[in-house]
């Protein structure tokens, strides 16, 4: 069997978030695992060859990545509806309100739906009015070289390459919302901890989360606690996380 995945999230601004490493480590397992189907990547625009599938690794509501037009049989993995969930904060726009019906339609055309969790599948019926038979709850893993680390020599230089204190609480992740660091900034004054963040938007002072987040440490006269890394590369991630002392995702 012919299967096409879309790789577009790899050649934009998503290549170092979640759905760009998402696809990334799909196709990769995908391909080390499966030695009978073959995997062919295409990215939007492209003229896809004749196939048995395609899959869409993300879905965006108020932007057209799903094509209404699907010649062969299609199936789109939907993390999550946040901004359906809490629209007071994600206001579409008319534009966006318009293209959200757009994606809605769209999506009641595919075979399948596969999403992260159970609570999202209980949103894509909710929201999306899909069959629930036909949406598959797959949880995500982390890549294999994420593990404990037993070279003490390597978490020292790790330690010392980035400056990190003994003891830490780490947040790895985006600035977005919904990832609630507001509140994370609040339990870090309360207890008193030096917090380190790891993700590329949390050094990126022209996003408005960004600067509103800044603002918020700055306000609560935590700047001395905060060490924000931005972007590490997977092998120097794998010594932050076997040396902190906890992992908290709010």
Same mark, same amino acid.
Do not use: C
């Given at each position: ?120 599948? +209980?949103? =894509?019926? &909710?929201?999306?009015?899909?069959? %629930? /038979?036909?949406?598959?709850?797959? !949880?995500?893993? @982390? ?80 700047? +001395?606690? =905060?060490? &924000?890394?931005?972007?590490?590369? %997977? /092998?120097?991630?794998?010594?932050? !996380?076997?040396? @902190? ?6």
């Amino acid at each position: 069997m012919k299967v096409a995945i879309d790789a577009t999230p790899l050649e934009t601004d998503h290549k170092k978030r979640g759905i760009g490493i998402y696809t990334r480590n799909l196709v990769e397992a995908l391909r080390r695992v499966d030695k009978v189907n073959e995997y062919i990547l295409f990215t939007k625009g492209q003229k896809l060859p004749k196939v048995d599938l395609v899959h869409h690794p993300y879905f965006d509501l108020f932007f057209l990545t799903l094509p209404l037009k699907k010649p062969y049989k299609t199936i789109v993995t939907i993390h999550d509806l946040i901004p359906l969930v809490f629209p007071q904060f994600y206001p579409p726009g008319l534009r966006g309100r318009i293209k959200f019906q757009i994606q809605k339609f769209s999506a009641r055309g595919v075979s399948a739906i596969i999403t992260d969790s159970e609570n999202s599948k +209980k949103d =894509i019926i &909710r929201f999306l009015k899909f069959p %629930e /038979e036909k949406i598959f709850v797959v !949880y995500l893993a @982390a890549e294999e070289i994420f593990k404990p680390v037993t070279n003490h020599q390597f978490l020292i230089d790790i330690k010392s390459k980035h400056k990190l204190p003994d003891r830490f609480i780490l947040y790895v992740g985006d600035v977005n919302l919904h990832k609630n660091l507001k509140r994370l900034l609040a339990a870090v004054k309360e207890v008193n901890w030096p917090l380190v963040a790891v993700g590329e938007a949390l050094t990126n002072e022209n996003l408005a989360e960004t600067k509103d987040l800044l603002a918020e440490i700055k306000k609560l006269k935590i700047e +001395k606690q =905060i060490l &924000r890394l931005g972007f590490v590369k %997977e /092998e120097d991630l794998v010594g932050i !996380y076997n040396l @902190a002392t906890l992992l908290v995702e709010p």
